[in-house]
């Protein structure tokens, strides 16, 4: 199937008989094969009668020459799949197949992306980009403070650069355009964070997606935002500069280096919000967050920090 949507990508009709003929099959398995893509990776396909097909809007696929093209000064080894069941667990099975890092792990699509606190993050085909950079971190417990927070600030700029200018973060690992998200974070870590450890920076940018039925959250993209479609690989070449220039000034001054830019692109700095642990809610102000990255909050006239995998931000409905 691939290899017909790969001749369909251009935008433009194609014959049932050329596209037969490109592929060694009749014209009616080409019928049978269309109405697979339709089913399974939700890509709508005009048909008109004497015309043939063509897909309702071109594709750009994901292209390891393109990205490096674009990003010179990364020498990061690019894995690209074009289905998988999520980018963090591909890149969690290289390290465990002693993969040399750091690398980089693409997907045109995932089958079972994962999202922060267990969450599924809707994967369509081609659209967005599914991002999972690993590092290898030797004995430096430092490098690993505010992390999270560090990729996030790279994947702000590098959505500013293509054109997002509103989109700010939310803490600890989401980045949003007003209230709508447009990319979360994932970090994963394996290994022992005191010794040597690798951790795998995982990454998903909305990016050309225009309708999705089963996201759970307010959400935007960036063809959305700017109003016309986006070359993923040029997004991600953008995001591997950002990433390469903050994890340097990480590495060689700590999260403290960084804490005030991060703050002043919060998007909720200053507001009230509710932060949820587990069936636990705190009310309170943000105040900012500390140069580990914690979150510091006004809890009833006192300041009280706090930090985890499991919390949730949300903002109250007075603020």
């Known amino acids: 199937m691939l290899t017909l949507l790969k001749l369909l990508k251009d935008g433009r009709f194609h014959s049932g008989e050329a596209l037969g003929a490109a592929l060694g099959v009749s014209r009616s398995a080409v019928w049978k094969q269309l109405q697979h893509l339709e089913a399974e990776l939700n890509l709508p396909i005009h048909k008109v009668r004497g015309r043939g097909y063509q897909l309702a809007s071109p594709l750009v696929f994901l292209n390891a020459e393109e990205i490096a093209s674009n990003a010179a000064s990364l020498a990061w080894p690019v894995h690209i799949f074009d289905s998988i069941d999520s980018t963090n667990a591909e890149a969690l099975r290289l390290v465990d197949a002693n993969c040399a890092a750091p690398f980089l792990v693409l997907a045109e699509q995932q089958t079972a992306g994962r999202g922060r606190r267990g969450r599924k993050w809707v994967s369509p085909f081609a659209q967005n980009v599914y991002y999972s950079l ?186």
Not at 151 to 162: E, I, Y
Not at 252 to 269: D, K, R, T, V
Not at 277 to 283: P, R
């Open 134 to 319: 690993v590092l290898r971190i030797e004995g430096g417990l430092r490098q690993l403070e505010g992390l999270s927070l560090v990729v996030g600030l790279a994947v702000m700029q590098a959505l500013r650069k293509s054109g997002v200018q509103d989109a700010a973060l939310k803490w600890p690992n989401d980045v949003l355009v007003g209230r709508k998200k447009i990319a979360g974070i994932l970090l994963e870590l394996v290994g022992d964070p005191a010794d040597i450890c690798h951790v795998v920076l995982g990454i998903g940018i909305n990016v050309n997606m225009q309708k999705a039925t089963d996201v759970d959250q307010q959400w935007t993209s960036v063809q959305l935002e700017t109003g016309s479609p986006v070359d993923r690989n040029r997004l991600v070449a953008q995001l591997g500069l950002q990433l390469q220039g903050y994890l340097d000034l990480h590495k060689a001054s700590g999260f403290a280096a960084l804490q005030e830019e991060w703050e002043q692109n919060h998007l909720w700095q200053g507001k009230a919000v509710s932060l949820i642990a587990g069936v636990n809610q705190i009310d309170g102000v943000v105040l900012g967050i500390d140069r580990q990255g914690a979150l510091r909050l006004n809890v009833d006239g006192v300041e009280k920090i706090y930090s985890g995998g499991e919390l949730s931000l949300r903002l109250r409905d007075d603020s």
